[in-house]
């Protein structure tokens, strides 16, 4: 059965996933068999202003937002119970009914309710005055809005590196050219292109480009460094209760799609180059027959 060309992406790509996934398997919110209706995915505030209290939601995970005493920003996970059920263990333990009413989200016990709207991400953890507690995780400032700088690039690189996806990727060689076949059989006429293609086009030098503005774009320098000391000891499961762990885990399953997604987009960039080479090759032989 052939391919199409994003199943021939996600199959070298989802060498990252796997390698990025590893971390994964420490516990997340609720029973991996169970997942909340995707319609109250998103990210949520509560509309009573006298509570500080915001809510990131994906089928697989739920993750609440609040402000400790102290003015720290922290954020915990509750327990998935069915498709509409959550229970929580922080501040008052309950379990939770969701409903969605008018556009917002209705968290609802057997005697309250509290209705919370859709925001940005950028707004988690923020002020009235539009600054920040301590820790928000998606801080809009100035310093977010700057270009990719080289120093952050080489940060990620070497995190690239110390998490394994640089070594699994190198392991992976002649893969593509594989998957090309079964994309399109013909092309083992010229498997000598083929291979010349994958050599010149995914080389780690030019894929590793393609894929670090993913983490740079939602890390700081500091939180880099952590996730790269997290890699460096081992992967010691305390990481997850820092706040750059439980952020990292909470990003991960976004970073796991845009790492599929950046390998489809690098594809559809380079497959063309491979069949300019077969056009010009072919010619090649025309003319000197």
């Known amino acids: ?14 060498i990252f996933t796997v390698v990025l996934g590893g971390c994964a398997s420490q516990k997340t919110s609720g029973s991996h068999n169970t997942t909340l209706s995707d319609e109250f995915s998103g990210v949520w505030a509560n509309t009573n202003s006298q509570y500080s209290n915001w809510w990131v939601i ?16 922290s954020g915990t996970y509750a327990e998935i119970l069915d498709k509409n059920k959550i229970k929580v263990d922080f501040g008052t333990q309950a379990q939770l009914e969701l409903q969605l009413f008018n556009g ?27 600054e920040y507690y301590k820790n928000a995780p998606y801080q809009d400032s100035f310093e977010s809005k700057l270009p990719f700088v080289v120093n952050k690039e080489s940060i990620v690189f070497k995190l690239l590196e110390v998490n394994g996806a640089k070594a699994f990727f190198e392991q992976s060689k002649g893969q593509m050219a594989k998957v090309m076949y079964m994309t399109d059989p013909t092309l083992k006429s010229y498997s000598n ?33 952590e996730i790269i000391a997290f890699y460096n000891d081992g992967k010691n499961e305390h990481f997850f209760n820092t706040f750059t762990g439980n952020k990292f885990k909470s990003l991960l399953p976004e970073i796991n799609q845009e ?7 690098y594809m559809t960039k380079v497959k063309p180059f491979l069949y300019e080479m077969i056009e010009k090759s072919n010619k090649a032989i025309k003319s000197n027959s």
Not at 198 to 224: M, N, T
Not at 259 to 265: A, E, I, N, P, V
């Open 1 to 14: 059965m052939k391919l199409t060309i994003f199943k021939s992406i996600a199959f070298v790509f989802l």
């Open 58 to 73: 994906t089928p697989k995970s739920i993750l609440n937002y609040g402000i400790y005493p102290n003015g720290i920003c």
């Open 104 to 130: 917002f989200l209705i968290f609802k016990t057997n005697d309250d309710f509290a209705a919370h709207k859709k925001i940005k991400k950028s707004n988690i953890c923020k002020k009235d005055n539009d």
């Open 193 to 225: 292109l083929v291979e010349k293609w994958e050599l010149q086009y995914f080389k780690w030098d030019k894929v590793k480009g393609s894929l670090a503005p993913i983490y740079a774009e939602k890390f700081s320098e500091q939180e880099l460094h």
């Open 259 to 265: 790492f599929t997604l950046s390998g489809h987009k």
